[in-house]
């Protein structure tokens, strides 16, 4: 898929508020104005995002380690040609000693990369799978991560137990008569028949 170069900026704008807000959601303690700013903002986003559709609670493993997540998705929703897939996860385990989930490839399927570009759509009615929206990588800023219409910089992002993040990852819209898809993330059963509107 081409993009014109004010459709990129608008994707490169996009990503960098999703980004912002999905990081801004995991909370802390302490922190500058600027921080309970970007927390306030991010809640106001998650707020947008309409009603939890679908839940599961997973076992996710990674480096050895195993942690219990509630995974949220919230609906989907056709917007200027796009579809964006958001999910909050919430760290369910209590954890032992230092042990941080640390995000990094765990999402990152078949596309190799520290991002939450390894979701993907099917479309059980025309028989399609959608990947994660690209922009040119020669275009890019900040290397073959950017590329991917997702969160991304996973590797800097730790959950403690209790925490949640937002995450997104953004398509091209199947057909207008396609009323319903499943969502496929790597380690987490498929949500089957989500509504699409």
């Given at each position: 898929?081409?993009?014109?170069?004010?459709?990129?900026?608008?994707?490169?704008?996009?990503?960098?508020a999703?980004?912002?807000?999905?990081?801004?959601?995991?909370?802390?303690?302490?922190?500058?104005?600027d921080?309970?700013?970007?927390?306030?903002?991010?809640?106001?986003?998650?707020?947008?995002?309409?009603?939890v559709?679908?839940?599961?609670?997973?076992?996710?493993?990674?480096?050895?380690?195993?942690?219990?997540?509630r995974?949220?998705?919230?609906e989907?929703?056709?917007?200027?040609?796009?579809?964006?897939?958001?999910?909050?996860?919430?760290?369910t385990d209590?954890?032992?000693?230092?042990?941080?989930?640390?995000?990094g490839?765990?999402?990152?399927?078949?596309t190799?990369?520290?991002?939450?570009?390894?979701?993907?759509?099917?479309?059980?009615?025309n028989?399609k799978?959608?990947?994660?929206?690209?922009?040119?990588?020669?275009?890019?800023?900040?290397?073959?991560?950017?590329?991917?219409?997702?969160s991304s910089?996973?590797?800097?992002?730790?959950?403690?137990?209790?925490?949640?993040?937002?995450?997104?990852?953004?398509?091209g819209?199947?057909?207008?008569?396609?009323?319903?898809?499943?969502?496929v993330?790597?380690?987490?059963?498929?949500?089957?028949?989500?509504?699409?509107?």
């Amino acid at each position: 898929m081409r993009f014109t170069s004010g459709a990129r900026l608008g994707a490169y704008a996009l990503t960098a508020a999703l980004t912002l807000s999905g990081c801004g959601v995991l909370g802390g303690t302490g922190g500058s104005g600027d921080r309970r700013a970007s927390v306030a903002a991010a809640a106001e986003t998650v707020a947008d995002l309409g009603a939890v559709v679908a839940t599961r609670d997973v076992q996710i493993t990674k480096s050895r380690n195993l942690y219990s997540v509630r995974v949220e998705l919230y609906e989907l929703r056709r917007r200027d040609g796009f579809v964006t897939v958001n999910v909050r996860m919430t760290r369910t385990d209590q954890g032992t000693g230092n042990n941080d989930w640390q995000v990094g490839d765990t999402f990152e399927g078949d596309t190799i990369s520290l991002t939450f570009a390894g979701v993907t759509l099917v479309d059980r009615k025309n028989r399609k799978r959608y990947l994660v929206a690209r922009v040119d990588p020669n275009t890019t800023l900040d290397g073959r991560d950017s590329q991917y219409l997702a969160s991304s910089g996973l590797s800097k992002v730790f959950v403690k137990p209790g925490q949640s993040i937002a995450l997104y990852a953004t398509f091209g819209a199947p057909p207008d008569d396609v009323t319903a898809v499943d969502v496929v993330i790597p380690q987490v059963p498929v949500f089957e028949n989500v509504p699409l509107g």
